[in-house]
């Protein structure tokens, strides 16, 4: 691995410890994403991806937040903020960790513990929601998922080890 890349995987790895320490607002995470985006310019693909999936299970992470804040995401989806974690054509959200590389790491303290509850309030119709991957998952919303039925086709949660279905 040259130096370059050495230096973005520190980078990186030191946003992931700082969003651990100070849990700033999921506006606040996005603009420390960003502003290490900037920094590390000319992101090779795998750092751009994994800024993108930090971002992602930061903001779906969060279990109780306010209306607002679910318009706000809203329109976070529709400006296709999520990058790579997002794809509106196809309604997929990809927040799988599941891979040969490490290329979609996630330090264990910001991997998402569970979907949220105000999934299906965001109004956007996935048709597919990949957690597969995630060891640290071990709860899905049911009820919510349930209630996105008319575009939810698929909940991919392969190696979730600590899955558990029904939810207690």
Not at 56 to 64: A, N
Not at 146 to 157: A, F, G, I, N, P
Request: charged share 25%; glycine share 4%; with cysteine.
């Amino acid at each position: 691995m040259c130096q370059h890349c050495k230096d973005r995987r520190s980078c990186v790895h030191n946003l992931e410890q700082d969003l651990v320490s100070s849990r700033p607002s999921w506006q606040g995470t996005i603009a420390k994403i960003e502003k290490v985006r900037k920094y590390a310019n000319n992101l090779r693909k795998p750092f751009a991806e994994r800024l993108d999936l930090v971002k992602c299970h930061y903001i779906f992470g969060m279990q109780g937040i306010d209306t607002s804040a679910v318009d706000e995401l809203k329109q976070l989806l529709s400006r296709g903020e999520l990058g790579s974690c997002y794809n509106a054509e196809e309604g997929m959200l990809n927040m799988s960790l599941r891979t040969d590389t490490m290329k979609r790491y996630v330090i264990r303290d910001l991997r998402m513990k569970s979907l949220p509850r105000w999934i299906s309030e965001l109004g956007v119709a996935f048709k597919v929601i990949d957690v597969s991957g995630n060891p640290s998952l071990s709860r899905l919303p049911l009820d919510e998922l349930c209630s996105m039925e008319s575009s939810l086709q698929e909940v991919k949660c392969e190696s979730c080890v600590r899955l558990q279905l029904p939810p207690p």
